[in-house]
């Protein structure tokens, strides 16, 4: 069983950044491709960025694209998304999913674990 705990949301002017957090509770997070996801009202999940369990080639929607970047810290079972460049669509909930997978997923059906999720509002 993994458990993942998100946390960094908040309010920020557009423009603005902030970098989210997700910490997992499992020895063997190094294993796990983690990928964010987020939904805003009234919208489907939709998927953000992801990572492999080895930290190599990262992969991101067209829509936050060199906005932002995932990262994760094995020794602290955690994974990160910092979000520069804000816009009020990237308001959401945001989520951190976990799955054992050979290879990058933006499938929502393919993690197997989420977090509770941290609200994020940009404000225009």
């Known amino acids: 069983q993994v458990q993942l705990v998100e946390s960094g949301g908040g309010l920020v002017q557009a423009g603005g950044s902030l970098r989210l957090s997700c910490a997992a509770s499992?020895?063997?997070?190094?294993?796990?491709?983690m990928g964010w996801f987020r939904q805003a009202p009234g919208k489907e999940r939709e998927f953000v960025a992801a990572i492999p369990w080895s930290g190599g080639a990262t992969y991101y929607a067209d829509s936050v694209k060199g906005r932002f970047t995932i990262s994760r810290d094995n020794a602290k079972n955690t994974v990160y998304l910092q979000m520069n460049s804000l816009k009020a669509e990237d308001t959401a909930v945001y989520y951190c999913a976990a799955a054992r997978l050979l290879s990058l997923s933006t499938r929502k059906s393919d993690y197997n674990y989420w977090g509770q999720g941290t609200q994020v509002t940009v404000s225009s």
């Open positions: 499992v020895r063997t997070f190094s294993s796990y491709t």
